[in-house]
C-alpha cells in the first residue's frame, strides 16, 4: 500500500483516540435529544467537526428553523475556511481538483494541525489515511456514545477529555521553541482567549477563537513578516 | 420538519465552508502579509482553543493543570504527539486517583 497512505493512518491514530472520547459524549448528547443512534451517527460521518455538530443538534431539538442551522453552521465552521486557505499553499501538484473536492470534506482543526505540521507538501493519499482514521474513530465513537450510553467509568472518560489538548500542545509548543514569532502569536492568541473567556463573555465561543485566531496572526504577520526563504521550506 | 432535511442543510454547509478555498485557491499567494498571515494562523487557532479550555477539559481543574504541565514539559523534549497527548490523560488520570 502507498506508503504516504500508511503515514497518514499513523499520523492519524491520535485523533482517532481522541475523536472517539469526544465523539462518545456527542452521541450521548445527540441520543439525549431525542435523535437516534443511526441519525446521530450519519450527522457524525457527515460533519466530521464537534461544535458544528453540538450546535446542530440544538437547532434540531428546539426545531430552529433552516435558515438558523445554516448561520449556525456558518459561523461555528467558518474557521475552516481559514485553515483549507492556508494549506491550499502547501499541497503537491497530485492534488488534482477532484481530490481537493474529496479531501476538503475532511479538514478538522485536529488533521489541519498536523497537516500544516508537515514539513513535506501535502499528497492526496497521506491526506485521505489521516482523515479515514480520524473518520472512524469520530464516528465509532458517536455510535457507541448514542447505543450503550456510558460505556466507561467517569473517571477515564473525563481523564480522555484532555487528549485533544495535550495533542494541540505538542504540535504548538515544539516550534515556538526554535522560533520566537511562533512563540509570539502563540502568547498573543493565548491571551486574547482569556480575555474572550473572563471579560469579553458576550461573544460565543465560536466567534472568540476565530478573533483570537485573526487578531494573532495579523499582528504576527505586521510584526514579524516571514522570509523569502522560509516559505520554500 | 424532518430530521433528514436538518442533516443534509447541517452537512451541506459544512462542506462547501472547507471545499470552496481548498479547492479553488491554486495559486500561490504573492502578498508577503497573507503569507505570513496564514503561517501564523494554525498556531494561533491552536492556542486559543486550548487556552483556557484545557483546564476545564477533565472536569476538575488541578487534575486538568497537572495533565498541561506534564504535555508542555514533553512536548518541550519533542516527544511523540500520541505519547503527550496519552501522556497528559494519564497524569490526569493519576491525580485524580490521589486526591
Same mark, same amino acid.
Given at each position: 500500500?502507498?506508503?504516504?497512505?500508511?503515514?497518514?493512518?499513523?499520523?492519524?491514530?491520535?485523533?482517532?483516540?481522541?475523536?472517539?472520547?469526544?465523539?462518545?459524549?456527542? !452521541?450521548?448528547?445527540?441520543? %439525549? *435529544?431525542?435523535?437516534?443512534?443511526?441519525?446521530? $451517527? /450519519?450527522? @457524525? #460521518?457527515?460533519?466530521?467537526?464537534?461544535?458544528?455538530?453540538?450546535?446542530?443538534?440544538?437547532?434540531?431539538?428546539?426545531?430552529?428553523?433552516?435558515?438558523?442551522?445554516?448561520?449556525?453552521?456558518?459561523?461555528?465552521?467558518?474557521?475552516?475556511?481559514?485553515?483549507?486557505?492556508?494549506?491550499?499553499?502547501?499541497?503537491?501538484?497530485?492534488?488534482?481538483?477532484?481530490?481537493?473536492?474529496?479531501?476538503?470534506?475532511?479538514?478538522?482543526?485536529?488533521?489541519?494541525?498536523?497537516?500544516?505540521?508537515?514539513?513535506?507538501?501535502?499528497?492526496?493519499?497521506?491526506?485521505?489515511?489521516?482523515?479515514?482514521?480520524?473518520?472512524?474513530?469520530?464516528?465509532? !465513537?458517536?455510535?457507541?456514545? %448514542? *447505543?450503550?450510553?456510558?460505556?466507561?467509568?467517569? $473517571? /477515564?472518560? @473525563? #481523564?480522555?477529555?484532555?487528549?485533544?489538548?495535550?495533542?494541540?500542545?505538542?504540535?504548538?509548543?515544539?516550534?515556538?521553541?526554535?522560533?520566537?514569532?511562533?512563540?509570539?502569536?502563540?502568547?498573543?492568541?493565548?491571551?486574547?482567549?482569556?480575555?474572550?473567556?473572563?471579560?469579553?463573555?458576550?461573544?460565543?465561543?465560536?466567534?472568540?477563537?476565530?478573533?483570537?485566531?485573526?487578531?494573532?496572526?495579523?499582528?504576527?504577520?505586521?510584526?514579524?513578516?516571514?522570509?523569502?526563504?522560509?516559505?520554500?521550506? | 420538519?424532518?430530521?433528514?432535511?436538518?442533516?443534509?442543510?447541517?452537512?451541506?454547509?459544512?462542506?462547501?465552508?472547507?471545499?470552496?478555498?481548498?479547492?479553488?485557491?491554486?495559486?500561490?499567494?504573492?502578498?508577503?502579509?497573507?503569507?505570513?498571515?496564514?503561517?501564523?494562523?494554525?498556531?494561533?487557532?491552536?492556542?486559543?482553543?486550548?487556552?483556557?479550555?484545557?483546564?476545564?477539559?477533565?472536569?476538575?481543574?488541578?487534575?486538568?493543570?497537572?495533565?498541561?504541565?506534564?504535555?508542555?514539559?514533553?512536548?518541550?523534549?519533542?516527544?511523540?504527539?500520541?505519547?503527550?497527548?496519552?501522556?497528559?490523560?494519564?497524569?490526569?488520570?493519576?491525580?485524580?486517583?490521589?486526591?
Amino acid at each position: 500500500m502507498n506508503s504516504r497512505f500508511i503515514k497518514g493512518i499513523s499520523h492519524g491514530i491520535p485523533i482517532c483516540l481522541g475523536y472517539l472520547s469526544v465523539s462518545f459524549g456527542f !452521541g450521548i448528547t445527540a441520543a %439525549a *435529544s431525542g435523535l437516534s443512534t443511526i441519525e446521530a $451517527s /450519519i450527522i @457524525s #460521518a457527515s460533519n466530521l467537526t464537534s461544535a458544528g455538530q453540538a450546535a446542530g443538534v440544538d437547532v434540531i431539538k428546539t426545531g430552529g428553523t433552516i435558515l438558523e442551522m445554516i448561520l449556525v453552521q456558518l459561523i461555528i465552521n467558518i474557521r475552516y475556511s481559514l485553515m483549507g486557505l492556508s494549506l491550499s499553499q502547501k499541497l503537491d501538484r497530485k492534488f488534482t481538483t477532484p481530490h481537493r473536492l474529496l479531501a476538503s470534506y475532511g479538514i478538522t482543526d485536529e488533521i489541519f494541525a498536523v497537516c500544516s505540521a508537515q514539513k513535506q507538501p501535502l499528497t492526496p493519499a497521506y491526506m485521505y489515511g489521516i482523515i479515514l482514521i480520524s473518520m472512524l474513530g469520530w464516528v465509532t !465513537g458517536t455510535f457507541l456514545g %448514542a *447505543s450503550a450510553g456510558q460505556l466507561l467509568p467517569p $473517571s /477515564i472518560s @473525563s #481523564a480522555l477529555g484532555i487528549v485533544l489538548y495535550g495533542m494541540f500542545i505538542a504540535i504548538v509548543v515544539p516550534p515556538s521553541r526554535k522560533n520566537k514569532s511562533i512563540l509570539f502569536v502563540t502568547i498573543v492568541a493565548a491571551l486574547l482567549s482569556i480575555l474572550f473567556k473572563y471579560v469579553i463573555t458576550a461573544i460565543t465561543s465560536g466567534f472568540a477563537v476565530i478573533i483570537c485566531a485573526i487578531g494573532a496572526a495579523a499582528i504576527g504577520a505586521l510584526l514579524f513578516p516571514i522570509d523569502d526563504e522560509e516559505v520554500e521550506e | 420538519m424532518s430530521i433528514a432535511i436538518y442533516i443534509i442543510v447541517m452537512a451541506a454547509v459544512t462542506y462547501v465552508i472547507r471545499m470552496i478555498p481548498f479547492t479553488f485557491f491554486n495559486k500561490k499567494i504573492k502578498s508577503r502579509f497573507i503569507r505570513s498571515f496564514l503561517k501564523y494562523i494554525p498556531y494561533a487557532v491552536l492556542s486559543a482553543m486550548t487556552i483556557p479550555a484545557i483546564f476545564y477539559s477533565t472536569g476538575d481543574i488541578i487534575t486538568a493543570a497537572v495533565g498541561t504541565i506534564v504535555a508542555v514539559a514533553l512536548a518541550f523534549f519533542n516527544c511523540p504527539l500520541i505519547v503527550v497527548a496519552l501522556a497528559a490523560s494519564l497524569a490526569a488520570y493519576i491525580t485524580n486517583l490521589i486526591l
